[in-house]
C-alpha cells in the first residue's frame, strides 16, 4: 500500500511539476526582463551605442534630405531620379530612426540629449 501511495504522489508531483514548467519560465523570463531593461537604463556603454545610433541615422537622414532639395524640380530626368532615391533613403530612413527612437526611450530617462531629435519628419514629394 505505502508502495502505490508513493508512486501516486511521485506521479502527482511530477504532473504539478510539469503543469506549473511554463508559469515558472515565463515569472523568470519577465524577472529577467525587468533586470536587463534596469541595466540598459543605467549603463554608460547602452546609453552611448543609442547615442551614437541616433546620430548616425540622422546624418544619413540629413544627407539624403539634402541631395533631395538639391535635385528636387530639376529639368533633368536623371537628377530627379536622383532626388527621388534620396526621398525614399530619407523616408526609410526616418522610419526606421522613428521606431529605433520608441523602442530604446527608456534609456534617457525623459532627458533626451538636445543634439538628438525626438522624431524625423518624412520627406513629401511632388508625386504625393
Not at 38 to 67: F, G, H, I, P, Q
Not at 107 to 119: C, L, R, S
Request: aromatic share 12%; glycine share 4%.
Amino acid at each position: 500500500m505505502k508502495k502505490i501511495l508513493a508512486a501516486f504522489l511521485t506521479v502527482v508531483l511530477l504532473a504539478l511539476a510539469f503543469a506549473a514548467g511554463p508559469a515558472i519560465r515565463a515569472f523568470r523570463n519577465r524577472y529577467d526582463y525587468a533586470v536587463q531593461k534596469a541595466d540598459d537604463a543605467t549603463n554608460y556603454r547602452t546609453l552611448k551605442e543609442v547615442e551614437d545610433t541616433c546620430r548616425a541615422m540622422m546624418a544619413s537622414y540629413e544627407a539624403d534630405k539634402l541631395t533631395f532639395e538639391q535635385y528636387d524640380g530639376s529639368d533633368s530626368a536623371e537628377k530627379q531620379s536622383w532626388a527621388d532615391q534620396a526621398r525614399m533613403r530619407a523616408n526609410r530612413t526616418a522610419a526606421s530612426y522613428n521606431e529605433y527612437i520608441r523602442k530604446n526611450s527608456f534609456v534617457w530617462a525623459d532627458a533626451v540629449p538636445a543634439d538628438i531629435d525626438e522624431k524625423l519628419d518624412y520627406i513629401g514629394g511632388e508625386h504625393e
